[in-house]
C-alpha cells in the first residue's frame, strides 16, 4: 500500500522559512516524480513543484519561483520542499503527491497534507 | 484565477446524472491528458479519472471522463448523497510547464 506522510508545516512569521518532508513507502520511490501542491483555506488545489525520479526535471510555478525548492533523497524516499521568503498567501495545507507511472502527469497517490501558517 | 475554467457548483437529485465542465486551451487540455480528483470535506483529493477517461481501481463505473479538443467532462450517473465533494479537473501546460488545476467544483446532492 501506497503511503506519503508529510511533516514539517507549522506556524512561522512572514519572511521566514520552513521545510516540509514527505516519507514515501509502499513504492519504488527511485521510479517516479513526485509533486508538491498546496490548498490554502477554503480554497482550491494549486500546484507548487515537481522533480522528476533522477531530479534531472525540476519545474515550480510562478508563485514560488525563485523562493522554494524541491529535492528529493532516493536512499531515504523522502520528498523535500524548503520554502524561505515566506508570505501570508502561502498559508496552506501542503500535499506531496506522487505521479503516475507514464510520460503522461498526473497524481495517483496523495499524503494527507501538512498545514503552514505565515503569520505574525 | 484559474486558467482551467470549472463551474463553482453543480447539483442535482439522488439518482440523477450530473456533469462538469472544464476548459482549458491548446497548451494545456488541448496537447495533454485530463486528470479529475474527488475531495470529500476534510481530506485529502483522491484521483478518480485519469488519461481523459481511465478509472482507477475501486473508482465505480458511475464515473466518467470525455475530452474533446481543450475541453473536457465528468460524468457522474446514479447520483448519491455520499458523493457530496469539489471535483478538480488538471493537466500539465507545456507552455507553462507547470501542472494546472481547476478552480474546482462543488457538487451538492438534493
Known amino acids: 500500500e501506497v503511503q506519503l506522510v508529510e511533516s514539517g508545516g507549522g506556524l512561522v512569521e512572514p519572511g521566514g522559512s520552513l521545510r516540509l518532508s514527505c516519507a514515501a513507502s509502499?513504492?519504488?520511490?527511485?521510479?517516479?516524480?513526485m509533486n508538491w501542491v498546496r490548498q490554502a483555506p477554503g480554497k482550491g488545489l494549486e500546484w507548487v513543484s515537481s522533480?522528476?525520479?533522477?531530479?534531472?526535471?525540476?519545474y515550480y510555478s510562478d508563485s514560488v519561483k525563485g523562493r522554494f525548492t524541491i529535492s528529493r533523497d532516493n536512499a531515504k524516499s523522502s520528498l523535500y520542499l524548503q520554502m524561505n521568503s515566506l508570505r501570508a498567501e502561502d498559508t496552506a495545507v501542503y500535499y506531496c503527491?506522487?505521479?503516475?507511472?507514464?510520460?503522461?502527469?498526473?497524481?495517483?497517490?496523495w499524503g494527507q497534507g501538512t498545514l503552514v501558517t505565515v503569520s505574525s | 484565477q484559474s486558467v482551467l475554467t470549472q463551474p463553482p457548483s453543480a447539483s442535482g437529485t439522488p439518482g440523477q446524472r450530473v456533469t462538469i465542465s472544464c476548459s482549458g486551451s491548446s497548451s494545456n487540455i488541448g496537447s495533454n491528458v485530463v486528470n479529475w480528483f474527488q475531495q470529500l470535506p476534510g481530506t485529502a483529493p483522491k484521483l478518480l479519472i485519469y488519461?481523459?477517461?481511465r478509472r482507477p481501481s475501486g473508482v465505480p463505473d458511475r464515473f466518467s471522463g470525455s475530452k474533446s479538443g481543450t475541453s473536457a467532462s465528468l460524468a457522474i450517473t446514479g447520483l448519491r448523497s455520499d458523493d457530496e465533494a469539489d471535483y478538480y479537473c488538471?493537466?500539465?501546460?507545456?507552455?507553462?510547464?507547470?501542472?494546472?488545476f481547476g478552480g474546482g467544483t462543488k457538487l451538492t446532492v438534493l
Open positions: 522533480i522528476s525520479s533522477s531530479t534531472t526535471y525540476i
Open positions: 488519461y481523459n477517461n
Open positions: 503527491a506522487k505521479r503516475g507511472y507514464s510520460s503522461e502527469w498526473w497524481l495517483d497517490d
Open positions: 509502499g513504492f519504488t520511490f527511485t521510479d517516479y516524480s
Open positions: 488538471a493537466a500539465w501546460d507545456d507552455s507553462l510547464n507547470a501542472g494546472l
